[in-house]
């Protein structure tokens, strides 16, 4: 089992940064394949990003194209903790945050493919 716990979300002005984390215990964090998702008001759940690795050594981000160049997603593996840089951030960022896990070898884009959740973090920009 793997518990995943948010942190770091907010209310922002437009054009603002947020940093998210997202804390994992449990099961070995270093090989996860980590993603982070997002949901607002009315609508499903959708991918912002993900990071994997095949040999805790080299790994490898996506992201989606609306924050492509706006957010950054990282993590440090002696802290079990992953992050996500959110700069720039626009009005239709709003939303409840996700992290989530899973153990593959591939990239994992959509919240069916990933076995562990967090409880979610409110991020709110103002326009």
């Known amino acids: 089992q793997v518990q995943l716990v948010e942190s770091g979300g907010g209310l922002v002005q437009t054009g603002g940064s947020l940093r998210l984390s997202c804390a994992a215990s449990g099961r070995t964090f270093t090989t996860a394949t980590m993603g982070w998702f997002r949901q607002a008001p009315g609508k499903d759940r959708e991918f912002v990003s993900t990071?994997?690795?095949?040999?805790?050594?080299?790994?490898?981000?996506d992201y989606a194209d609306s924050v492509k160049g706006r957010f950054t997603i990282s993590r440090n593996n002696a802290k079990n903790t992953m992050y996500l840089q959110m700069n720039r951030l626009k009005p239709e960022d709003t939303a409840v945050y996700y992290c989530?896990?899973?153990?593959?070898?591939?990239?994992?884009?959509?919240?069916?493919?990933?076995?562990?959740w967090g409880q979610g973090t409110q991020v709110t920009v103002s326009s």
């Open positions: 989530a896990a899973t153990y593959s070898n591939y990239a994992r884009y959509a919240a069916d493919e990933y076995d562990y």
């Open positions: 990071i994997r690795s095949n040999d805790g050594r080299t790994y490898y981000a």
